[in-house]
């Protein structure tokens, strides 16, 4: 069985997508129409702008979505997954590939959500950090203990988990996990606290985005971050993603249940290969490659 899975924040790079414009023209419709949901040309910004051009919330998650629905869309009959996954951000390129959503809502739900994001770190400041070489309930247990907001963020892999909060509390929690023997436990340079409980004003706002988008029966099923299970009912992928901003994104445990539903090839759809990295790491004879295009 294939699983698809679709990248999430962190995975952009310059000049993305442009292989693809230039290369197919259902990537050029695609494109001309998210200029124009937008209301800016973000393609511009994609095959031309700089790094730091790339950073601006408002234009990184789109982005990474735009380049991954398109990448779904340009492999056209080839693109026949037996269940899909997204890690954070990419739940949503996930569920426009797997027909869960529509390309304009997916899109317009991204755009609301990286605002909403960009506007919960400028009302309550936070930070993130990564923690390597640590069991996961040692890591929960020093965040619990810690005052102030600190939460486990991510699950990336295991020995690779990233922690969200206030700023005070995730620096403490740092200096309390390497001294508890954690091989690294280092402020990521982010600008806020995600899927942390002060990424709540956000989901208040994209929850009402998300209760008034169209939902549809998926082409196959997804595991979702929170759950971590198989979702097929547009009602419960729905909630999943609302309460996705302020929870963890349980990506090990997802790729440990795709495996044991008999996934043995996973396809990273999107930017980058950060997925691959950790998927096998996860599940160590798993077959974990890029999507081709022909």
């Keep these: 069985m294939n699983a698809y899975v679709f990248p999430g924040q962190g995975a952009q790079f310059v000049g993305m997508g442009l292989d693809l414009y230039e290369g197919y023209p259902v990537a050029q419709e695609m494109f001309s ?3 124009d949901i937008l209301g ?3 393609t511009d ?6 790094a730091e051009d790339l950073k601006q919330t408002k234009v990184t998650q789109p982005t990474i979505f735009l380049h991954s629905v398109v990448l779904s869309k340009v492999m056209g009959d080839d693109f026949k997954p037996d269940s899909v996954a997204g890690h954070s951000l990419g739940e949503f390129s996930a569920l426009v590939a797997n027909g869960a959503l529509s390309f304009e809502e997916g899109l317009q739900l991204v755009a609301r959500r990286a605002m909403a994001m960009q506007k919960a770190c400028e009302l309550k400041p936070g930070t993130m950090a990564v923690v390597m070489g640590m069991e996961d309930a040692t890591i929960e247990k020093i965040c619990s203990e810690t005052p102030g907001i600190v939460v ?3 699950y990336n ?4 988990l990233v922690i969200s909060g206030e700023v005070d509390a995730v620096n403490e929690a740092c200096v309390k996990l390497k001294e508890g023997g954690a091989r690294r436990a280092m402020v990521l340079p982010v600008g806020g606290a995600f899927h942390s409980p002060l ?7 994209l929850a009402a985005a998300i209760e008034e988008a169209t939902f549809n029966d998926p082409k196959c099923p997804i595991y979702q ?3 971590t299970t198989a979702v097929v009912d547009p009602s419960e992928i729905k909630k999943n993603l609302i309460a996705q901003l302020t929870a963890p994104v349980k990506w090990t ?4 249940n795709m495996s044991k539903g008999g996934t043995l090839k996973f396809i990273e759809v999107g930017p980058g290969k950060v997925l691959q990295g950790l998927i096998k790491k996860i599940v160590g004879d798993a077959e974990a490659i890029s999507a081709e295009i022909r």
């Design 152 to 154: 486990p963020a991510n």
């Design 157 to 160: 892999c295991p020995g690779q």
């Design 199 to 205: 990424m709540e004003p956000a989901r208040e706002e």
């Design 225 to 227: 971050n929170v759950t």
């Design 33 to 35: 129409q998210a200029n």
């Design 253 to 256: 445990q997802s790729v440990q």
């Design 45 to 50: 910004i994609m095959f031309e702008g700089t």
């Design 40 to 42: 800016f040309s973000i």
